[in-house]
């Protein structure tokens, strides 16, 4: 079915292209052959015209000059004139009495006596100048062309001279050249038709190759790969559409892997709550245990409440709802505010958290405090979390020109390179164990983006990662 429907996709797409291509060409063939048509007749009849129009003229010219000395000598002279021409294989030669009757001609046992009642005969007697007529003969039915010319007489016409020639080899000349140029016409149309087939089957079809497998990956077949033979536009459009589908593939499944790590990281902190619950509510209402309990329902319901807002930033950020409130912000105070904070939190589990504040004092600058604060956080939690077994963390805070610049360093295995690129991205978690959501880094760089900053990380010289955070100090 799906093969029938990009059968007929490409079909479609050739149709319309050959209407599109050949449509004009075949339209411009038709007038040229037309206007060759047109030409090429008028250029045979025309010869054909100019030539007898001239014979008749230098004839009768010589005839009434020489010949006219008196009427009574006009039959034996005109019968004189026709004996004696040379040409009665190509033309016949008529004379015309004053009543349109052929007095005689070259062929006079066959047309003598008759009437053959053209204009040019007309034209000749009455308007005394020279007629012209093609047609059909009235006579014998055939395909001629005529040229009367008038003949004086003490100042009147009285008669013509008359010259017929049969258009029969003309206009089969004329049929060939016409048919030569149908012909010629007929092989430029096919040499165009065949190289836009090549055209259709080199470009088009890929298209709709290509047009059908965006179609089935938007369809859910993520990650299928096209097979690319070409080296022009076709094989950059192919790439395009492959590196497409690889990275929605690697999106979809990094996607299901957050939704699968966000589900068992919610479950974890709700069944220690209400495991914890149920233990409190059917115990023995121990203080120790009661502390030790409602301790760890408020522990887990802080992480609890800590992934959930970091998925409500996500999804402001998502949408484009995620803003700051931007205030002059003391970013020294919030950062040793941070440092001191964690300094007993990390204390208890092993880890020294130095800080070097430096001498100087940094005035405020352009900032939303919380997101600040939510930023150091988050980055001295992910430091304790990945670099913990190093039990060390260095943090600084200093003043570089127009800028302020924040460092946390720490001493655990590191980030291997090939993950460096992608630690900043939404979902992405690498090869790291730890717990969390793989969001928290992409809001923190949206939140430095936003203040227009720099949020790197890095593998540090001697071992460990660093994070550096570079925020403008003035508007």
């Not at 047109?38 to 007898?52: D, E, F, P």
């Not at 087939?197 to 190759?209: C, G, L, R, T, Y």
Request: net charge negative.
């Amino acid at each position: 079915m799906e093969a029938k429907k990009k059968k007929i996709r490409i079909r479609g797409l050739r149709k319309r292209w050959l209407i599109n291509a050949i449509g004009p060409i075949l339209v411009v063939a038709l007038l040229g052959v037309a206007v060759f048509s047109v030409s090429i007749a008028n250029y045979y009849y025309g010869g054909m015209r100019s030539g007898l129009e001239a014979k008749a003229r230098e004839a009768t010219g010589a005839f009434n000059t020489y010949a006219m000395n008196s009427y009574n000598e006009f039959y034996q002279t005109a019968y004189s004139y026709t004996e004696t021409f040379e040409d009665k294989d190509k033309l016949e030669l008529q004379f015309i009495g004053s009543n349109g009757r052929i007095l005689v001609s070259t062929l006079s046992g066959v047309t003598s006596g008759l009437s053959p009642g053209t204009v040019d005969i007309s034209e000749a007697l009455t308007q005394n100048e020279i007629g012209y007529y093609m047609g059909e003969d009235p006579a014998t039915g055939q395909s001629i062309m005529a040229v009367s010319a008038p003949l004086e007489f003490d100042g009147r016409v009285v008669g013509c001279m008359r010259y017929v020639t049969a258009m029969d080899r003309v206009n089969r000349q004329l049929l060939i050249s016409i048919l030569v140029a149908v012909l010629v016409a007929l092989v430029a149309l096919a040499m165009v038709y065949f190289s836009n087939m090549v055209f259709i089957n080199n470009v088009v079809a890929p298209v709709a190759e290509v047009t059908e497998t965006a179609k089935r990956i938007s369809g859910g077949s993520y990650g299928i790969q096209l097979e690319n033979h070409y080296q022009d536009e076709i094989g950059e459009l192919i790439d395009s559409i492959n590196d497409m589908s690889t990275k929605i593939g690697q999106s979809e499944k990094v996607k299901s892997e957050f939704i699968s790590s966000v589900s068992h990281e919610l479950r974890t902190p709700l069944t220690a709550i209400n495991g914890w619950g149920e233990t409190l509510l059917e115990g023995d209402e121990d203080p120790e245990e009661l502390r030790r309990g409602v301790g760890i329902i408020l522990k887990e319901s802080k992480r609890l409440t800590s992934m959930v807002e970091e998925l409500l930033d996500f999804s402001r950020m998502e949408d484009g709802r995620f803003t700051l409130r931007v205030e002059q912000a003391d970013i020294q105070a919030e950062f040793e505010d941070t440092i001191f904070t964690y300094q007993a939190l990390l204390r208890q589990e092993g880890i020294t958290l130095n800080y070097d504040g430096g001498d100087q004092v940094i005035d405020p600058i352009p900032g939303d405090p919380e997101r600040l604060k939510q930023v150091f956080c988050n980055v001295l939690d992910n430091a304790a979390k990945h670099g913990g077994s190093g039990k060390r963390i260095d943090t600084a805070i200093r003043k570089e020109q127009s800028v302020v610049v924040l460092t946390v360093r720490d001493y655990g295995p590191g980030i291997p390179e090939e993950e460096l690129p992608f630690v900043k991205q939404k979902f992405y978690k690498g090869s790291s164990k730890a717990r969390g959501s793989g969001i928290g880094l992409a809001v923190c760089d949206e939140i430095i983006r936003l203040h227009n900053g720099e949020f790197s990380i890095d593998n540090a010289a001697g071992g460990g990662a660093i994070v550096t955070i570079v925020l403008p100090a003035e508007e």
